[in-house]
Every structure is written in C-alpha cells, then in structure tokens.
C-alpha cells in the first residue's frame, strides 16, 4: 500500500479505488483454489489492517477459515505469541466442530513437534510422547514442516484457511 493516511466515514472506504481493485481481483485468485501471499506495508495509522479487514470480507461468501495473529512491540519475550493466538482460535474452532482436522495427514512427529512449542494444540494433536529431545535446529526444521502438515490439513477445497498476521515488524 502507499503511504498515506485512510480516510473512513463510516463503513466505506476513500481514496484507496487502486488498492481495493487489486485486493478484489486476489480474493478471486484464492477462491479459484490458487494459493497467495500478501504483504501490507506502509507507515503506522495509514491503513493497512482496514484494507486486510476490507480484503476479508471479500472472501465472506465463500465461508473461509480465519486465523488471526498479531505481533507486539512489548510482549517480544514470548517467542511465537501470534501463532500461539492462532493456534487458540483454532482450538476453539475445532472443539465446537465449526472447523475439522485430518489427523492422518499430520505425521505422530509433527504432531509432537507442535504439542510441544504450542501446548495449546495438545487437546487437538494427540500424541504419543510428552516428552521431546532433539537439537534446536531440529526442532526448527522439523516446526516448518510441522506447520506445513498443520495448515494443510486445514484448508480444504471447499474452504480456504487465511492467515493474517498482524504487525510483522514487531
């Protein structure tokens, strides 16, 4: 996006027609079954999550699974907080059935892996060991595969899976 400031009244958004153009025609894309990456950028107060919101609801119609996350600038100590957000929501989702999980495509290592760095996937993830002994750069490999098994599990064809994480530079 630019680097100027939004100007809302209400509901409706101006002086963004170039920006809204390009988000409509990416909402098209993901409701193809095409994968996308999108990155906000600009300066603080000038927007960026209110054309994600706008982006968002786009994709209402086509019932998609949402995960939000969002970076902050003081809670730095705590190492993954917006997937552990993430990974809250979609234990919530799961337990009350609105979103299903394919076990079977998730390995006993992955999901051991993410038991592990994310306890709150432990009600959803069962597995078979508590404890986990491995290097760090193992346990880094092995995580991105991990939630590579994870997300894909989640988006099925008839619902795309977005995640919006929110303040990266945090």
């Known amino acids: ?15 963004r027609k170039a920006e809204l153009k390009t988000l409509k025609e ?10 996308i990456k999108g990155i906000f950028s600009g300066h603080s107060g ?5 054309l994600v919101e706008e982006f968002l609801g ?24 917006s997937f552990k ?5 979609l234990r919530t989702l799961i337990l009350s059935r609105q979103v299903s999980l394919d076990l079977s495509s998730i390995s ?7 038991s592990f760095i994310f306890p709150e996937l ?12 491995s290097s760090t750069e193992e346990i880094v490999s092995q995580l991105i595969k991990a939630l590579d098994e994870l997300f ?12 919006f994480m929110d303040d990266l530079q945090w």
């Open 1 to 15: 996006t630019r680097n100027r400031p939004l100007l809302t009244i209400g509901a409706k958004i101006f002086g």
């Open 26 to 35: 990416t909402s098209e894309n993901i409701t193809s079954r095409k994968s």
């Open 46 to 50: 000038v927007g960026k999550t209110r």
């Open 58 to 81: 786009y994709l209402q119609p086509f019932d998609p699974v949402i995960l939000r996350g969002k970076f902050d600038q003081h809670q730095t100590r705590l190492p993954y907080l």
């Open 85 to 89: 957000q993430l990974f809250a929501q």
């Open 108 to 114: 006993a290592r992955s999901r051991s892996t993410l």
């Open 122 to 133: 432990k009600h959803i993830l069962p597995s078979s060991s508590n404890t986990y002994s």
């Open 152 to 163: 894909a599990s989640i988006a099925i064809q008839e619902r795309p899976l977005i995640i």
